[in-house]
């Protein structure tokens, strides 16, 4: 069946810009995660959605950063004003239930490159 | 809080020679504990994973890792290199309430022939 699937593959925007990220998550998972990976880095946990509710966004670095999930399934990950320091790789996974022995099955993510 | 740590950024074997990878994890609960491997333009896949169970893990592409939890460590083996092994490699430790991971930084394998 389908994986998680992100777009844009890649995203390139001017300082200041807003821009949005989506991610399709597998069909049926309930559990939805957002990380973000910078060069040379390992993925840094953003932000923990079980069906419509961010259940942790203790990992969103301020408040330019804001994430939905308004029906359960599809997520988008929005950025403000965005700034050079907020490029990276976001990367989303999901997993059937959010418990912590699922494996979560990731995105090939969005490169995000801020100009 | 939790946190991985992972010796050497970059190793590098023969094909057919002993892959080790190191990590090593710090956690205030009893942890799961992850490998992801992650090829050139796609997502991490998961390769083994320790939830509690048996402390020895085998997973897929011939790969293990065994929980010693007198070392915090989650070691990567696999007794002879394919070049199709070369690759970053990323442990992770999760929660057991619900699955947010915290990574290593990662470590680059390259096989040569």
């Known amino acids: 069946g389908a994986g998680v699937s992100q777009t844009p593959s890649n995203k390139v925007t001017e300082k200041g810009k807003y821009v949005e990220l989506r991610c399709d998550p597998i069909?049926?998972?309930?559990?939805l995660y957002w990380y973000r990976q910078s060069l040379g880095q390992g993925p840094e946990f953003l932000i923990y959605?079980?069906?419509?509710?961010?259940?942790?966004d203790s990992g969103l670095p301020n408040d330019r950063f804001f994430a939905v999930r308004p029906e359960g399934s599809v997520s988008t990950l929005k950025i403000q004003r965005t700034e050079r320091g907020d490029s990276a790789v976001y990367l989303c996974?999901?997993?059937?239930?959010?418990?912590?022995?699922?494996?979560?099955?990731f995105g090939p993510g969005t490169r995000l490159t801020v100009l | 809080a939790q946190s991985v740590t992972q010796l050497g950024s970059h190793v590098s074997v023969s094909e057919g020679a002993l892959v080790l990878l190191r990590c090593n994890y710090s956690?205030?609960?009893?942890?799961?504990l992850f490998w992801y491997v992650q090829y050139p333009n796609q997502g991490l896949q998961l390769l083994l994973k320790?939830?509690?169970?048996?402390?020895l893990v085998k997973g897929i592409n011939g790969f293990e890792a065994e929980f010693k939890k007198s070392e915090t460590s989650f070691h990567l083996t696999k007794p002879s290199a394919h070049m199709s092994d070369a690759a970053e490699y990323f442990c992770?430790?999760?929660?057991?309430?619900?699955?947010?991971?915290?990574f290593g930084q990662g470590t680059i394998l390259t096989v040569h022939p």
């Open positions: 959605f079980q069906g419509t509710g961010a259940a942790d």
């Open positions: 320790y939830t509690s169970a048996a402390t």
């Open positions: 992770a430790v999760g929660g057991t309430s619900y699955g947010k991971l915290t």
């Open positions: 069909s049926g998972h309930t559990a």
């Open positions: 996974a999901s997993s059937l239930s959010g418990s912590g022995t699922d494996t979560q099955y």
């Open positions: 956690s205030s609960v009893p942890p799961y």
